[in-house]
T-cell receptor
Framework: NAGVTQTPKFQVLKTGQSMTLQCAQD?????MSWYRQDPGMGLRLIHY???????DQGEVPNGYNVSRSTTEDFPLRLLSAAPSQTSVYFC????????????FGNGTRLTVT | GESVGLHLPTLSVQEGDNSIINCAYS??????FIWYKQESGKGPQFIID?????DKRQGQRVTVLLNKTVKHLSLQIAATQPGDSAVYFC????????????FGKGTMLLVSP
């Protein structure tokens, strides 16, 4: 199993551009989520999904959209990139939403200039 | 990546020593806890978890201790190796309807040969 795969690994955007960060998992996990990681701060939840067709907001959802059309894929869209969105983004999945460890991808490092 | 380690508390040990990394969690309603290891440029990697009905759990070279009275979690690594050098952080799952994992900021472990 590949686990959780994120693409791209690195991305540079200009302010106002849009893009989609891809995430796929091959573990048949129902729960998937997106986090951002900034220096000096813990991982912060952006959006999550408890199954195909179901998404919800996390702690820092503004400026991001998600969809979950299949169990495997959970893309994160930046609608109009801002410098404040410069961060490392991690996608994660788990067997269930509760009492189950998250398995993380290796991240996308995004810089917005 | 390496920026994760900025401004984090650091524990420096010699190879072969035992390491103890501590975590104070925030919510007395939390009922599930996880320790993660994050190496530079990679995503967080699951180490060990523990439920609130346990005080101690052991894995390979690692032990997690949970003290619910003072809301404290610790990770003990036996015979620390240079490959253990990384950022370690705990996560707690608050027992509520829309529970998600909340992550600590982490501790950097540096192991000298």
């Amino acid at each position: 199993n590949a686990g959780v795969t994120q693409t791209p690994k690195f991305q540079v955007l200009k302010t106002g551009q849009s893009m989609t960060l891809q995430c796929a998992q091959d573990m048949n996990h129902e729960y998937m989520s997106w986090y951002r990681q900034d220096p000096g701060m813990g991982l912060r939840l952006i959006h999550y999904s408890v199954g195909a067709g179901i998404t919800d907001q996390g702690e820092v959802p503004n400026g991001y959209n998600v969809s979950r059309s299949t169990t495997e894929d959970f893309p994160l869209r930046l609608l109009s990139a801002a410098p404040s969105q410069t961060s490392v983004y991690f996608c994660a999945s788990s067997y269930s939403r509760r009492n189950s460890p998250l398995h993380f991808g290796n991240g996308t490092r995004l810089t917005v200039t | 990546g390496e920026s994760v380690g900025l401004h984090l508390p650091t524990l420096s040990v010699q190879e072969g020593d035992n390491s103890i990394i501590n975590c104070a969690y925030s919510n007395s309603a939390s009922d599930y806890f996880i320790w993660y290891k994050q190496e530079s440029g990679k995503g967080p990697q699951f180490i060990i978890d523990i439920r609130s009905n346990m005080d101690k759990r052991q894995g390979q070279r690692v032990t997690v201790l949970l003290n619910k009275t003072v809301k404290h979690l610790s990770l003990q690594i036996a015979a620390t190796q240079p490959g253990d050098s990384a950022v370690y952080f705990c996560a707690e799952n608050i027992n509520s309807g829309y529970s998600t994992l909340t992550f600590g900021k982490g501790t950097m472990l540096l192991v000298s040969p």
